[in-house]
C-alpha cells in the first residue's frame, strides 16, 4: 500500500462546477496535510494546508480532512481553465521529518 | 535572489558519469529539500536538511546518491556512475524551519542519462 494515494485522473470537469480531488494516506498518526498545485513543465506551488478534521476555505478552495477515515480532499468551486492542472496530496507522517507526496491527479477544465 | 534558484537547468550526461547538481534556497530559509520527479509521475523525496545536517537521508536510492550543504545556504547533490534510470527532473525546495512549513520549490535540473 502506497503511504499517499491519488487517483491519477484526469479529471474532466466543466467550466464554473465543483472538481473534488481526492487523497487517502495510510500512517493513522500523520498530522499535517497539503495540496501543491503543479502546471505542466513548472513547479509545485502550495495551494492549501489543513491539520485539523473538518473543513478549511480559502477563496474558491476548501480543503476537508477526515483523519478518522484517513483522507484529505480538496474541492475548487466555480473551476476555470486555469485551474487546469496537477493536483500533488503531501502529507507529514508521524514522526517523520519529510513530506510523502502522491502521485497527483491530473485535473482538467473544460470550457 | 527572490527565489530558489537551480543549475543547471538542463544536463545531459553519459551512463558511467557523474554529475553535481546545486541548489541555493532563498536567504533565511534553513529547512531543503531535494526530490525526484519522473516523468508523470510524484515527487519522490531524497534527502532533508536542517541547517547543514541532514536528519532523514532514507530517501535517497543507492549509495551512488549523496548530498551537502555548507553554510546553512546551498546544497550539491551529487550522482556517482549515472544511470539511465537516474534520468528525472531533480527539484530542490526551501521552507523557514522543518517540514510544516510551505515549501517553495526551484525550477528544477532536467537530468538525461544517455
Known amino acids: 500500500q502506497k503511504e499517499v494515494e491519488q487517483n491519477s485522473g484526469p479529471l474532466s470537469v466543466p467550466e464554473g462546477a465543483i472538481a473534488s480531488l481526492n487523497c487517502t494516506y495510510s500512517?493513522?498518526?500523520?498530522?499535517?496535510f497539503f495540496w501543491y498545485r503543479q502546471y505542466s513543465g513548472k513547479s509545485p506551488e502550495l495551494i492549501m494546508f489543513i491539520y485539523s478534521n473538518g473543513d478549511k476555505e480559502d477563496g474558491r478552495f476548501t480543503a476537508q480532512l477526515n483523519k478518522a477515515s484517513q483522507y484529505v480532499s480538496l474541492l475548487i468551486r466555480d473551476s476555470q481553465p486555469s485551474d487546469s492542472a496537477t493536483y500533488l496530496c503531501?502529507?507529514?507522517?508521524?514522526?517523520?521529518?519529510?513530506?510523502?507526496f502522491g502521485s497527483g491527479t491530473r485535473l482538467s477544465i473544460r470550457p | 535572489g527572490a527565489g530558489v534558484s537551480q543549475s543547471p537547468s538542463n544536463k545531459v550526461t553519459e551512463k558511467g558519469k557523474d554529475v553535481e547538481l546545486r541548489c541555493d534556497p532563498i536567504?533565511?530559509?534553513?529547512?531543503l529539500y531535494w526530490y525526484r520527479q519522473s516523468l508523470g509521475q510524484g515527487l519522490e523525496f531524497l534527502i532533508y536538511f536542517q541547517g547543514n545536517s541532514a536528519p532523514d537521508k532514507s530517501g535517497l536510492p543507492s549509495d551512488r546518491f549523496s548530498a551537502e550543504r555548507t553554510g546553512g545556504s546551498v546544497s550539491t547533490l551529487t550522482i556517482q556512475r549515472t544511470q539511465q534510470e537516474d534520468s528525472a527532473v531533480y527539484l530542490c525546495?526551501?521552507?523557514?524551519?522543518?517540514?510544516?512549513?510551505?515549501?517553495?520549490f526551484g525550477p528544477g535540473t532536467r537530468l538525461t542519462v544517455l
Open positions: 500512517d493513522r498518526g500523520s498530522q499535517s
Open positions: 503531501a502529507v507529514n507522517p508521524s514522526s517523520a521529518s519529510k513530506i510523502i
Open positions: 536567504s533565511g530559509h534553513t529547512a
Open positions: 525546495a526551501s521552507s523557514l524551519a522543518g517540514v510544516l512549513n510551505e515549501q517553495f
